[in-house]
């Protein structure tokens, strides 16, 4: 049985599927505008977590990530580079696929994108205007009826009783205390260029919030298991998918609505308003690896803030090390022999406790002490020589058990990726980053230095594909 909390309800509550040992997840992606920072991969390796902690309970998954490619800020920064929209979307799109497998998240089954979904959307909002909940305001947009939905604020638990009806917010993000209707679709203005699509209420351009209804429902049905976000999404992106929906449609939305907290630098939280982030090639280029920098994100509760710093990175090297150590050690010992046999004891022991912490609404820093206990007592078995070459290789089917929930012991290897070496993780970073700013004599250059290495890359629609020649 797994427990997970419930921002929804505000409880920890058993997991219940809407099919046996099958989850239907939704999480909401990146707006690309801009690099990913460390926040954002804080959300997204916490998702990583949990899709990897479901398998490892046996079930399947079906995990649909959106790519938010038109909204406000999209468009503003298109029209900032001189460039059409898709143009200035796609190496961004191509630099987060690249840096999510640089930090061992594997993939979500669907990565719909908001600009190949607008017929979904206005079929949408043809519904919320079939059941009385969208109007068109005097501008031509068409906006949300909040009063007219009686579920409104559940999840936010918002105080309605100050709602001035009619009362209205045209931009995408808002504070929940200037919450009204919102926009569905933003008829055309100047600012939009030619970033515009026709809809039986004029030309326009879909609000930000109603690409994840649209979505999320044609991928995984009308309602589904569980919806993620950091917890700045909760209000008003997930408030307003929820009204969306459950207006359109009438029945429950999502089951279980999961949030994690923010990652902070020096007690503040890390975004691109305030200047004070980093992102992945950053740190890469500081000489940290994709590993490191994974194991310092996930290793903190996820509804609990983490307070990012260069001593955790720091720390998160020395432990690695020491699970190196030992796995080597291990290794070496069990030889050619498979795992199959008893687990010694201690083994045993601190598998149960790993799966528990896990199960236990992803008590990660929990499990975290559960794979070091096991570094600890391998390493003292071995060392007073009572491990057997049979029991090593248990020991070791162990390690990877955990690390299928992990991810940072065997690095790269569960997403079906060679490990690549840091000087070559770096080079491939500094790429992207270089193709992103259209600096292709650069990237050819970078492209014969991993050659020089032995290393071969090609570019894909997913992003580079590296492989050792
Ligand atoms: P955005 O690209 O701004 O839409 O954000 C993408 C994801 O990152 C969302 O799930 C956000 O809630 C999450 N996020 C943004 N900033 C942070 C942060 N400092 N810590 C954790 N998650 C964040
Ligand atoms: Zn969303």
Same mark, same amino acid.
């Given at each position: 049985?797994?427990?997970?909390?419930?921002?929804?309800?505000?409880?920890?509550?058993?997991?219940?599927?809407?099919?046996?040992?099958?989850?239907?997840?939704y999480?909401c992606?990146?707006?690309?505008?801009?690099?990913?920072?460390?926040?954002?991969?804080?959300?997204?390796?916490?998702?990583?977590?949990?899709?990897?902690?479901?398998?490892?309970?046996?079930?399947?998954?079906?995990?649909?990530?959106n790519?938010t490619d038109v909204d406000d800020?999209?468009i503003?920064?298109?029209?900032?580079?001189?460039?059409?929209?898709?143009?200035?979307?796609?190496?961004?799109?191509?630099?987060?696929?690249?840096?999510?497998?640089?930090?061992?998240?594997?993939?979500?089954?669907?990565?719909p994108a908001a600009t190949d979904h607008i017929p979904e959307m206005l079929t949408l909002i043809e519904k919320l205007f079939a059941r009385g909940l969208a109007y068109q305001s005097e501008d031509g947009s068409v906006y949300f009826s909040v009063a007219k939905f009686p579920g409104y604020?559940?999840?936010?638990?918002?105080?309605?009783?100050?709602?001035?009806a009619g009362?209205r917010v045209a931009q995408d993000?808002y504070?929940?205390?200037?919450y009204g209707d919102f926009a569905l679709w933003k008829a055309w203005d100047?600012?939009d260029?030619?970033v515009v699509w026709n809809s039986p209420w004029g030309r326009g351009r879909p609000g930000w919030h109603l690409e994840c209804s649209a979505m999320s429902m044609k991928y995984l049905g009308e309602?589904?298991?569980?919806?993620?976000?950091?917890?700045?999404?909760?209000?008003p992106h997930h408030e307003n998918e929820i009204a969306q929906a459950e207006g359109a449609t009438g029945k429950?939305f999502?089951?279980?609505?999961?949030?994690?907290?923010?990652?902070?630098?020096?007690?503040?939280?890390?975004?691109?308003?305030?200047?004070?982030?980093?992102?992945?090639?950053?740190?890469?280029?500081?000489?940290?690896?994709?590993?490191?920098?994974?194991?310092?994100?996930?290793?903190?509760?996820?509804?609990?803030?983490?307070?990012?710093?260069?001593?955790?990175?720091?720390?998160?090297?020395?432990?690695?090390?020491?699970?190196?150590?030992?796995?080597?050690?291990?290794?070496?010992?069990?030889?050619?022999?498979?795992?199959?046999?008893?687990?010694?004891?201690?083994?045993?022991?601190?598998?149960?406790?790993?799966?528990?912490?896990?199960?236990?609404?992803?008590?990660?820093?929990?499990?975290?002490?559960?794979?070091?206990?096991? &570094? *600890?007592?391998?390493? #003292? %078995?071995?060392?007073?020589? +009572?491990?057997?070459?049979? @029991? $090593?290789?248990? !020991?070791?089917?162990?390690?990877?058990?955990?690390?299928?929930?992990?991810?940072? &012991? *065997?690095?790269?290897? #569960? %997403?079906?990726?060679?490990? +690549?070496?840091?000087?070559? @993780? $770096?080079?491939? !970073?500094?790429?992207?980053?270089?193709?992103?700013?259209?600096?292709?004599?650069?990237?050819?250059?970078?492209?014969?230095?991993?050659?020089?290495?032995?290393?071969?890359?090609?570019?894909?629609?997913?992003?580079?594909?590296?492989?050792?020649?």
């Amino acid at each position: 049985m797994m427990f997970f909390y419930n921002s929804l309800t505000r409880t920890k509550e058993t997991l219940k599927t809407l099919e046996p040992k099958r989850v239907k997840m939704y999480t909401c992606g990146p707006t690309v505008y801009n690099f990913a920072h460390i926040g954002n991969f804080r959300a997204y390796t916490f998702e990583d977590v949990l899709r990897r902690a479901l398998l490892f309970n046996g079930y399947r998954v079906t995990q649909v990530m959106n790519l938010t490619d038109v909204d406000d800020k999209t468009i503003r920064g298109s029209k900032a580079a001189g460039v059409p929209l898709k143009t200035f979307t796609a190496p961004f799109i191509e630099a987060f696929f690249s840096d999510l497998k640089a930090l061992n998240v594997q993939p979500a089954e669907v990565y719909p994108a908001a600009t190949d979904h607008i017929p979904e959307m206005l079929t949408l909002i043809e519904k919320l205007f079939a059941r009385g909940l969208a109007y068109q305001s005097e501008d031509g947009s068409v906006y949300f009826s909040v009063a007219k939905f009686p579920g409104y604020g559940k999840l936010a638990h918002l105080d309605l009783s100050g709602l001035r009806a009619g009362a209205r917010v045209a931009q995408d993000e808002y504070e929940k205390e200037s919450y009204g209707d919102f926009a569905l679709w933003k008829a055309w203005d100047a600012n939009d260029g030619d970033v515009v699509w026709n809809s039986p209420w004029g030309r326009g351009r879909p609000g930000w919030h109603l690409e994840c209804s649209a979505m999320s429902m044609k991928y995984l049905g009308e309602t589904f298991d569980i919806h993620t976000g950091g917890i700045d999404n909760l209000f008003p992106h997930h408030e307003n998918e929820i009204a969306q929906a459950e207006g359109a449609t009438g029945k429950p939305f999502v089951n279980l609505w999961m949030h994690c907290a923010h990652l902070r630098v020096n007690g503040e939280k890390m975004s691109k308003s305030l200047g004070n982030f980093f992102t992945l090639r950053d740190l890469i280029a500081k000489g940290w690896t994709g590993r490191e920098i994974r194991y310092v994100l996930i290793n903190g509760h996820y509804r609990q803030a983490l307070n990012f710093t260069f001593d955790a990175l720091e720390a998160a090297r020395t432990a690695l090390a020491r699970v190196d150590e030992c796995v080597g050690a291990l290794t070496e010992k069990a030889g050619s022999s498979q795992a199959g046999g008893k687990l010694p004891k201690w083994a045993a022991a601190v598998r149960e406790v790993f799966a528990a912490a896990v199960d236990d609404d992803l008590n990660i820093p929990e499990a975290f002490a559960a794979l070091f206990s096991l &570094v *600890r007592e391998s390493n #003292t %078995a071995l060392r007073q020589n +009572l491990l057997s070459v049979q @029991e $090593a290789a248990d !020991a070791l089917a162990v390690f990877d058990a955990m690390d299928s929930v992990l991810g940072v &012991v *065997r690095f790269g290897r #569960t %997403a079906g990726d060679e490990t +690549l070496p840091a000087e070559v @993780e $770096a080079l491939v !970073a500094s790429r992207a980053e270089a193709r992103a700013n259209k600096d292709w004599k650069g990237a050819d250059r970078i492209r014969d230095e991993l050659a020089a290495l032995g290393w071969e890359v090609r570019d894909s629609k997913e992003g580079q594909k590296v492989k050792k020649r």
